[in-house]
C-alpha cells in the first residue's frame, strides 16, 4: 500500500515540476510576453483551462495548477478547470457508457464556463479578495539570465558542469523509469507517451538551458522551493484517502436513499482521490442511483488534480473545494428533482 501511494507520488509530484519547468523555461526565453498576453484575455484562459481539465485524465488538470501557481490564469479559470475535469474515471466512463459519458462531459463544460466566469466576478481583486502568496516567475535582466544559451550546445557539454549532468541524470532516470512501467501506467497508452515527451522536454531543458538558470530557476526555484511540498502534501493527502477508502469502508453506509446518496456523493468528492466518484460511476452503470448522482459527484471531484495545489495555496484548495461542492449539490439537487 504504502509503496503504491509512493509510486503515485513520485509520478504526480514529476509530472508538476516538469510543468511548471516547461512553463518557466517558456517564460524566461520569452520574457514573460506570452504570460502577459494571456493575463489580458480571460476568455481564453477559461477554454484553455476547461479544456484542459476536460482532457481524460489528472494531467490536464496538474497543468492547470502549474498555470494558476505561476498566475498565468485566474482562480475562476482554476475552478472551472476543476469542474470539468473527472480524472481517470473519465477513461472507465467512456468504456461502460460512451454517449451518456459524452454528454456529462458536455454538461461539465457548460458548468465550468459559467462557474469560472461567476468566480471571477465575485472573487476579484478590486474588492479584496487575496489568494495565498503563489510563486511569480523570476525574471532578471535579459543580459543576465535567458533562456537560450551564448554559447553553442556542444561548448557547453564540453565545459560540462556538475548542476547540469545531475538534473539530465534525474530526468533520464525519469524517462526510463516511465518506459520501464515503474512510474506511470505499466503498458504503453497516451498517458506513457505524454510522461514520456514531458520527460524528453525536461532533458532538452536541461542539456541546454544556461547554467544559471538551471541553478536558479530549476534547482533554487522549482526543485528546493516547491518539490518538496508538493511531494509531502501529495503523499499525505493520498495516504488519508486510503485509510477513509479503503479501511474504514465508508461507501457502504451511503445507500439508505437517493437523496442521502447524492449528498454523500458530493461531500466524497471532496477528498482529493479518484476512488470514491469511480464507486459511484459504477452504481451508474447497474442502474443503482440517477443521472443526478453522477452529474454532482462529478462536479465535486477532481481525481488527484487538486493535489499539488495543496503545496501552494491551502487556502485555494479549500476554497475552490467548498465552490465546487456548493455548485455540486446544487446542480446534482435540482436535476435530482426536476427528473
Known sequence: MIVNILGKTLLITGFVGLMMLVIEYIN???????QHGFKKRKSVQYVIAVLLGATPGCFGAFAVVAMFSHRTITFGALVAAMIATSG???FVMF???PEKAALLTAILIVIAFVVGWLTDLIFSERRGFRIDEC???ELHDPEYCDGIPEESFVKQWLKLTLVRAIS???????????LAGILGPDVSGWKKIALVIFGMAGFFIAAY???HFLRVHLWRHIVIKHIPGIFLWTFGALLISYIITDQLHLEESIQANMLIVLIIASLLGVIPESGPH?????LYFQGTVPFAVLLASSIVQDGHGMLPLLAHSRKGFVLVKAINLLVGLVVGLSVYFAL
Open 28 to 34: 524566461v526565453s520569452t520574457r514573460g510576453a506570452w
Open 95 to 97: 468504456a461502460l457508457f
Open 135 to 137: 510563486c511569480q516567475f
Open 209 to 211: 538551458a544556461p547554467d
Open 168 to 178: 539530465c541524470g534525474i530526468f533520464l532516470i525519469f524517462i526510463v523509469s516511465v
Open 88 to 90: 481517470d474515471e473519465a
Open 278 to 282: 469511480l464507486f459511484f460511476v459504477g
